[in-house]
């Protein structure tokens, strides 16, 4: 047996490319399930591990893919059988074992959960790693005391798959939203996912900087973390909380202690890579239940293998609006 895979090689000279490839199934790492996939998602991770940066891929050849939904072809583990529809989220697959961009992948049955009832294949795709890491981010958040009454959350990087995401689930629990973007031409989307109001992210770092800013956030959901992170944080209300979850602006975070010792804010780092099966299953649960996925149709772009390079250089760029499915058959 043999399948399609879009394959990343490295070159002598250090270089990153890849091409799309036929492999036979006895290349297929070590797991104790085969999986048939259907989806697999592209996320700001995967245009660093298809274009080499980040230090996230170390063995090439390479098979990328953070993300994928499927069916299960083979197994030996006791609680998947054949036929199974199955999602698989984080665990590093993608960057230190072969991942999504191809038509099969071989894993580990603890990477893997049931595909959620009320989604199809497609609808998890469209949630993936990005919907994920929106609804733990909130979990912590509410868990930490934010609450409608706390007037609005901000959400950064507000058009990319988190942000977008995590706009429209904020909005469908009651919350009033302002969603963060650099990017005008999407505001008229993100007002559509339920944002209540959107900010320019060039006037929002252009407000005068102070240690201490006029409290205007009850919560903030970043996803881009650098400069931007770090003025949210001294605009957080009295006890207010921020989920840092992405770093798109940069890793660096410039900040002071007033709004931990004036505020009492709470800093949250959210990781949906190894997050616990139970945490997984109650995460996607929820979102099933929250996120409207025919309301966000408009955000969603469908390629094929062959186009993730160019897709990928996009989503570097912080030129991608929603999520992309890749469809690798
Ligand atoms: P996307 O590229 O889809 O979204 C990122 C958004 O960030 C862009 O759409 C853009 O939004 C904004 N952005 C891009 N460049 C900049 C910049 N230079 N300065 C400020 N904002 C910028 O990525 P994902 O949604 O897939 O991921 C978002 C972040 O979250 C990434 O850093 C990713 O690695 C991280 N992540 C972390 C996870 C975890 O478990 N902690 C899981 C998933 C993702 P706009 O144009 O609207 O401003």
Known sequence: MSFRALVTHRADDGSVASAVETLDDVRLPEGNVTVDI????????????????????????????????????????ARYAPGDAVVLTGWRVGENHWGGYAERARVNG????????????????????????????????????????????LVTGASGGVGSIAVSILSRLGYAVTALSGRPENAGALSALGASSILGREDFLNEPDKPLEPARWAGVVDCVG?????????????????AALGNTA??????????????????LGIDSVMQPYDRRIAAWARLTGLFDIAAYAEMVEEIGLDALPEAASRILRGAIKGRVLVRPG
């Open 38 to 77: 259907e989806w697999a998602g592209l996320n700001y991770k995967d245009g660093l591990c298809l274009t080499g940066q980040g230090g996230l891929v170390r063995t090439y050849p390479h098979i990328c893919g953070i993300d994928f939904t499927g069916t299960v072809r083979e197994s030996s583990d």
């Open 226 to 242: 650098g400069n931007v992170l770090g003025k949210a944080l001294k605009q957080v209300k009295y006890g207010g909380s921020v």
């Open 110 to 153: 603890d990477w893997l959960v049931p595909l959620p009832k009320g989604l199809s294949a497609r609808d998890s795709m469209i949630v993936g790693t990005a919907g994920l890491t929106a609804m733990l981010a909130i979990d912590r958040l509410e868990s930490e005391g934010l609450n409608v009454a706390g007037g609005h959350v």
């Open 250 to 267: 940069g890793i660096g975070l410039n900040t002071n202690v007033l709004p931990f010792l004036l505020r009492g804010i709470n800093l």
